[in-house]
């Protein structure tokens, strides 16, 4: 019974702090883009619980994603929020699910034989697969407004380098650098409450 209340304690910590850093991504940026540090805590759920675990916590991304789209918080989810409603829900559902359900699958299998190995595989993987779903809606649901955003430049050059590009490059370098040195002290203060 305490190990199903300290998961329990441990998600609803990671659960606000999911939720809080989602939060200050909207106000804290490095030029034009938001510094998102939400998908460490999706990682380090799912290499400590699994995917079940990032997945819900995918999700919690994935709401707070879209309630900043339609309150306007969001100014580019806005913009895709008045365009279609539906579409964008489905977008950021799907793409935080799945970034925390794919990593936490890999990283914990892997995990259990190198903990740091696993952390690294997650890192990586949580926002390859939330851009990776992004770009799919982008072309399938939101097409027109890419094409409007492109501005006559190339659409697929658009959106890949403009767009997406160095905002996957800063989350990525976030995640490779932070997840793994956050479950470095993790591990160290688990070991050190046990002794």
Known sequence: MKTKSSKVAVLAIFTAVTVVLQIISYFVKIGTFNLSLVLIPIVLIGVMYGPKYSGYL???FGIITYLAAMVGVDLGGNVLFNVSPLILLALC???GF???FVS???SNKI???NITLGTVVGA???PIVNTGV???FAFLGFNDVMYQWANGTNILVYVIIGLVGINFVIELLIN???SPSIMRVIKATKRYTNS
Do not use: D, S
């Open 58 to 60: 995918g999700l919690v």
């Open 98 to 100: 799945l970034c925390g």
């Open 124 to 126: 990586l993987t949580a």
């Open 111 to 113: 995990a259990r034989k």
């Open 93 to 95: 559902l799907t793409k």
């Open 104 to 106: 936490g699958l890999l």
């Open 176 to 178: 490779i650098i932070f």
């Open 134 to 136: 992004f770009l799919i």
